[in-house]
């Protein structure tokens, strides 16, 4: 089977063109499991299989390292539109991408050789009420709540961009690299407030337009950079009151630019997508 090894500021995937490699359903969280796993397999977050769309040019169908489906990735959606482009499955600058039967539209830049550099996402509409991010909460939106996490209280805001986020800001903190997220993310994935389990973003603000970000994702653990984390940490940031409309939002592997339009209730995400190596595996 060939593959593509690709990332977004180090949010890394493996990359099959489901056009040429026909895998059955059932087989796919096992090998997904051997494939992501970094001592015995390629490494990576997960894997993405890139279909054909069924009402839109092309799917992106997301697996996380354990197995799981995933409805939505930012940087791994960004990948894709890099591959179908550099890999001439298309000729259009302006793509359309189905994950988990959203439809997502991205805007594509070239560099100086021809293939894409930096790709912008209009992630669509951000969820705010509580029953269908999900969590659990006696309020309709979930801003600024209290939640006791491994005996410890939190503050969070919860924002869905496809899949669940709990955005827990964090600015006591004087170095965020020292935070103990391998202790604590554990903990909020599986609380009994997220039915669903829960992408967690730790975040300090450093100024109006500037947030430094960590993330805890569900099914995988902590990552280098979550594309839908940031999106929903540049909602919630303006939500609280803590930045502009528009904000950089500074990760382990990178920074990726979000802006939530208000009057058009649209998150837009913009950053790259870089191609690592291509290989061939055994199934």
């Known amino acids: 089977m060939k ?29 997904v499991k051997r494939l992501s796993d970094r001592h015995f397999g390629i490494g990576s977050d997960g894997v993405i299989f890139i279909n054909p769309g069924k009402v839109a040019e092309f799917e992106m169908e997301m697996y996380n390292a354990d197995g799981s489906r995933s409805q939505m990735c930012g940087n791994g959606i960004r990948c894709v539109a890099k591959y179908v482009y550099d890999n001439q499955m298309t000729d259009k600058t302006s793509i359309t991408i189905e994950s988990y039967g959203s439809v997502k539209n991205l805007d594509v830049t070239l560099g100086e050789d021809g293939k894409v550099d930096l790709i912008r996402v209009n992630m669509g509409a951000p969820i705010l009420k509580a029953e269908h991010i999900p969590v659990v909460s006696e309020n309709e939106q979930v801003i600024d709540e209290e ?42 994935e599986c609380h009994k407030k997220f039915p669903e389990r829960v992408n967690t973003e730790f975040v300090k603000v450093l100024d109006q337009n500037t947030v430094e970000m960590r993330v805890w ?15 929903a940490v540049a909602v919630a940031c303006m939500l609280n009151g803590f930045t502009q409309n528009k904000v950089h939002v500074k990760l382990l592997g990178g920074t990726l630019v979000c802006e939530w339009d208000t009057k058009e209730n649209t998150v837009y995400m913009t950053g790259p997508a870089v191609t690592v190596f291509t290989g061939t595996i055994e199934r």
């Open 3 to 31: 593959f593509t090894k690709m990332h977004g500021c180090g949010n890394d995937y493996i990359y099959i063109n489901g056009f040429v490699e026909h895998i059955d359903a059932k087989e796919k969280p096992e090998l």
């Open 147 to 188: 939640i006791e996490v491994n005996g410890k209280i939190y503050k969070m805001t919860c924002v869905s961009m496809g899949n669940p986020h709990a955005v827990v800001f964090l600015n006591d903190v004087e170095d965020m690299k020292t935070f103990d997220i391998e202790q604590i993310g554990p903990h909020f």
């Open 217 to 231: 994702e569900r099914g995988t653990g902590e990552t280098l950079a979550c594309g839908t984390g940031s999106c």
